[in-house]
């Protein structure tokens, strides 16, 4: 039996680029180097001054409530992930209708049944990698409020053990954000796998065009340059 029973050249290709775009993107972003110019870093630097702000106050209690709220995101998109492969669970035996659906539709390049599958496979393990991730971000941010809740105080610590606790805190969080940001791009990556089901093609497009907005939003956005601005600098244009 050929290859072509199982899947076309040009479905692997697609596949094949959309993991390989997916996986440099995220060690490029993700490395030291480049991770300190980004968003992600200028946003790590912010947590680090407010976690030292939040240490030389009495009261904490605003911190803790912002930092809450910061944890029922992470806690809603869990959810919406986990009710995302639920719904797609519940479609894994309906491939034959909904080709039949697609069919009907311009340029739409026909799937074997195992194609059809694996697509849906991959749409789901985006999802459930981004619940984990979610659901992670969310208990660090549990666990980064009491984090706040034990700092020592100010004057009684003599100020280098409460900052030290305030750092150690806003790693503590930096790494929340990190496990909620890569289940964003995970959202952000499904987007590109549903036009996987239209044709190869317009997925291979769909992956470049996901990999360049996450590169600009990370590198190149203006709310990046308002982020990086010195206090009292000139305000940032686009």
């Known amino acids: ?65 912002l930092l809450g709220g910061l944890g029922q995101g992470n806690a809603f998109f869990a959810s919406t992930s986990a009710i995302a492969v639920g719904g797609l669970a519940a479609t894994l035996g309906a491939g034959e209708k909904l080709q039949a659906l697609l069919k009907s539709l311009p340029f739409v390049a026909p799937a074997t049944p195992l194609v059809w599958e694996v697509k849906q496979l991959l749409i789901m393990g985006i999802f459930i990698y981004a619940f984990f991730k979610f659901a992670w971000a969310f208990r660090l941010s549990h666990y980064a409020s009491i984090m706040i809740g034990a700092t020592p105080a100010y004057e009684e610590s003599g100020g280098k053990a409460c900052l030290d606790h305030a750092e150690r805190t806003a790693r503590l969080i930096g790494i929340a954000a990190g496990h909620s940001n890569s289940g964003i791009r995970s959202f952000y990556h499904a987007i590109a796998a549903l036009a996987w089901f239209f044709h190869p093609l317009l997925f291979m497009v769909a992956t470049t065009w996901v990999v360049l907005i996450l590169a600009r939003r990370d590198f190149f956005s203006r709310s990046l340059r308002l982020i990086q601005e010195q206090d009292g600098g000139p305000p940032a244009r686009s």
């Open 1 to 65: 039996m050929t290859l072509d029973a199982y899947a076309t050249p040009l479905d692997l290709a697609a596949l094949g680029y959309f993991l390989l775009a997916t996986l440099i993107y995220r060690m490029f972003a993700g490395s030291p180097g480049f991770e300190g110019r980004s968003l992600v870093g200028a946003i790590q630097q912010q947590r680090v001054r407010w976690m030292v702000n939040m240490a030389k106050r009495e009261n904490r209690m605003l911190d803790a409530i």
